[in-house]
C-alpha cells in the first residue's frame, strides 16, 4: 500500500471531537502514515500538539488570518513563547496556519485587513527567527502573501489549497514554497486548478485534505441537498488516497509513483517530518 502524508488536516476541529481515534486510524488503515496539524489560534496550540504526539503526528503553531479579530493583544508574543518552549520538539515542524484572507469581505478591508496583514509579516518574522517553514493560507491573496515572503524572507513551507495561477504557483515554488493540492481538485469544474495539477513540476505539489473543510466531490451536497435533510458529507485524512490517486490520474502517473514524489515532497517543505517519517520510508 503506497504511503501518504497529509500536509494540512484540522484533527483538533470540534467536528472531529466524538470520535477523533477512529478518524486518525482509518487514515493510518488508508495509508496516511503522518498528519500535520496546523493550530489556527493560540488556544489551540496545546491541543494539536497532545493530538500530534497521542498519533505520532506532527503540528504546527500559528494565528490563522481568520482568527486575528478575536485574538488577545499579547497572542503574538505568546506564539513566540510556545515555539521557543517547543524549539526541541521534532514534532513541532512548521509556523502555520498564518496568511492572508481577503475572501470574506470583512477581512478584505479596513482595520481588520491591517490587522491580519499585521499579524501575517510578524508571524513570518517569528518562523524566520525560529528557522521554521511556514504553512501559508492564500484565499484570493496570493500577490499581497508573496510580497511578505519576499520581504521577510522564511525557510519555505507550504502554500495550503493553492488554487492560483500558473505564473502565481511559480513564484511560491521559487521561493520554496511547495503547493498544497486537495478535495478542490476533484471538481471537473474547476478546470484551472485541474489543469495546474496535471502540469506543475512533479516537485512543486504536496497533498493535503484540510479536514473536515474542502470535501471531495464525492463527499458534498448541495444547499437543496441538505434542505432536503442529507447531510454534508465529513471529509477526513483517510479520504486523501483517492483525493491523491485522481491527481494522480491527471497526471497520467501510478499512484504508488505519486506517493512517492509528494512524500518527498511534503519532507522538503518541512524538514523535521523527515525524522518522524524514518520508519515507513526505510
Request: with cysteine.
Amino acid at each position: 500500500m503506497p504511503c501518504w502524508i497529509d500536509t494540512h488536516c484540522h484533527l483538533d476541529a470540534a467536528e472531529f471531537a466524538p470520535d477523533a481515534d477512529a478518524v486518525r486510524h482509518r487514515a493510518a488503515e488508508a495509508g496516511v502514515r503522518l498528519c500535520v496539524i496546523p493550530a489556527v489560534e493560540v488556544a489551540a496550540f496545546d491541543g494539536a500538539r497532545a493530538l500530534a504526539h497521542r498519533w505520532g503526528d506532527a503540528y504546527a503553531l500559528g494565528i490563522h488570518p481568520m482568527y486575528v479579530a478575536r485574538a488577545d493583544d499579547d497572542a503574538l508574543d505568546r506564539l513566540d513563547a510556545a515555539l521557543q518552549a517547543h524549539a526541541a520538539d521534532p514534532r513541532l515542524v512548521a509556523v502555520g496556519e498564518i496568511g492572508l484572507d481577503y475572501f470574506e469581505p470583512q477581512l478584505s478591508q479596513g482595520p481588520l485587513r491591517e490587522r491580519q496583514e499585521r499579524f501575517y509579516r510578524a508571524q513570518l518574522k517569528l518562523a524566520r527567527r525560529h528557522g521554521l517553514p511556514v504553512i501559508l493560507h492564500v484565499r484570493r491573496s496570493v500577490d499581497q502573501v508573496l510580497k511578505g515572503l519576499r520581504d521577510v524572507g522564511v525557510p519555505g513551507g507550504i502554500a495550503h489549497a493553492f488554487n492560483g495561477s500558473r505564473q502565481q504557483a511559480e513564484a511560491l515554488a521559487g521561493l520554496g514554497c511547495k503547493l498544497g493540492f486537495g478535495g478542490a481538485v476533484t471538481y471537473e469544474r474547476a478546470t484551472r486548478l485541474r489543469t495546474l495539477a496535471a502540469e506543475l513540476p512533479a516537485d512543486a505539489i504536496v497533498m493535503e485534505t484540510d479536514a473536515p473543510d474542502i470535501p471531495p466531490h464525492w463527499l458534498y451536497t448541495t444547499a437543496e441537498q441538505r434542505a432536503a435533510g442529507q447531510p454534508q458529507g465529513r471529509n477526513e485524512p483517510a479520504e486523501l488516497p483517492r483525493i491523491a490517486a485522481e491527481v494522480a490520474q491527471l497526471r497520467g502517473m501510478s499512484v504508488d509513483a505519486w506517493a512517492a514524489a509528494t512524500t518527498a515532497n511534503a519532507l522538503a517543505a518541512l524538514p523535521r517530518l523527515r525524522g518522524l517519517a524514518a520508519g515507513f520510508l526505510s
